[in-house]
Nanobody, 114 residues
């Protein structure tokens, strides 16, 4: 079992920045990949960014060049730095940890006002 606790969401104006954090606990030693997905109103959950235990990253095309993902293995925490935010980045952001099974956080709301 893996438990994920997210933080850092909020309301920001377009062009601003936010940093999301996701702290993992439990059976963390088998976590290979961590990342972030989001669900915009009326849409399905979609990939934002992922990072492997080796540091390989993957980003959705819509966030490339604006978002960065990093991982602190000592703190078992993954971060999503979001810059140049747009109104279309609004949604609920979910942390993912992939161990034997996928584990999801409870979600944190990000609202970008135009």
């Amino acid at each position: 079992q893996v438990q994920l606790v997210e933080s850092g969401g909020g309301l920001v104006q377009a062009g601003g920045s936010l940093r999301l954090s996701c702290a993992a606990s439990g059976n963390i030693f088998s976590i290979n990949l961590m990342g972030w997905y989001r669900r915009a109103p009326g849409n399905q959950r979609e990939l934002v960014a992922t990072i492997t235990s080796g540091g390989n990253t993957n980003f959705a095309d819509s966030v490339k060049g604006r978002f960065a993902i990093s991982r602190d293995n000592a703190k078992n925490t993954v971060y999503l730095q979001m810059n140049s935010l747009k109104s279309e980045d609004t949604g609920v952001y979910y942390c993912l940890a992939l161990e034997r099974y996928p584990y999801w956080g409870q979600g944190t709301q990000v609202t970008v006002s135009s």
